[in-house]
């Protein structure tokens, strides 16, 4: 258990709609990350929050949101979708935001697009 | 960041070392190597991190050259549990972009 936990843990929704992924970081953590793992493309960073502020992009689509709020606790938004957004999505927290922190993953939510 | 070939797949016996080599030549001075592994469809968990040392904790060793452009990975006694795509990172933040990874399988 790495003490990052995610909700839902699965999702079944239909095109075009909007869900929202929810995920607390270990006690103590500061930075959350999301991913997107799908069959075909690996595992991809989004996006990162440090202390409620947005501090990095990777690879997101501008369907996708994402926020940190007070307590820490993040939730990414994702709306309009397609079919191809159907994978998992995996939350991870660290301590701070160097390269010398690592980074842990939570269980996942598996989204699935119909 | 800096990009990283590693093998495809790799098999070891149960009970014996599993050594996972990692290529990282454009690595830049300030970026660190990770290793996370991911069991089925889990989480990735992480293994160990390192700059210029050879580290070694509880799961693992790393062995970084001299010239940081390689680095390995030893699992001393694997078990049926490890077997997991290894992934092999550099970065000098928390961006990490994860490859394709190495498949460990271990055999009875």
């Known amino acids: 258990d790495s003490g990052v936990t995610q909700t839902p843990k699965h999702l079944i929704t239909a095109t075009g709609q909007r869900v929202t992924l929810r995920c607390s970081p270990r006690?103590?953590?500061?930075?959350v990350y999301w991913y997107q793992q799908s069959l075909d493309q690996g595992l991809q960073f989004l996006i990162q929050y440090y202390n409620g502020e947005e501090r990095a992009k990777g690879n997101i689509l501008e369907r996708f949101s994402a926020q940190q709020f007070p307590d820490l606790h993040s939730e990414l938004n994702l709306s309009s979708l397609e079919l191809g957004d159907s994978a998992l999505y995996f939350c991870a927290s660290s301590v701070g935001t160097s390269g010398r922190n690592e980074q842990f993953f939570g269980p996942g939510t598996r989204l699935t697009v119909l | 960041d800096a990009k990283t070939t590693q093998p495809t797949s790799m098999d070891c016996a149960e009970g014996r070392a599993a050594n996972l080599p990692c290529n990282h030549s454009t690595i830049s001075g300030n970026e660190y190597v990770y290793w996370y592994r991911q069991i089925h469809s889990q989480g990735p968990q992480y293994i160990i991190h390192?700059?210029?040392n050879n580290e070694t904790n509880e799961m693992a060793s790393l062995i970084i050259t001299e010239d940081r452009k390689s680095s390995t990975l030893i699992l001393p006694h694997a078990t049926l549990r490890d077997t997991a795509v290894y992934y092999c990172i550099v970065a000098n933040n928390n961006d990490m972009r994860f490859g394709a990874g190495t498949r460990l399988t271990v055999k009875p």
């Open positions: 006690s103590g953590d500061l930075s």
């Open positions: 390192g700059l210029k």
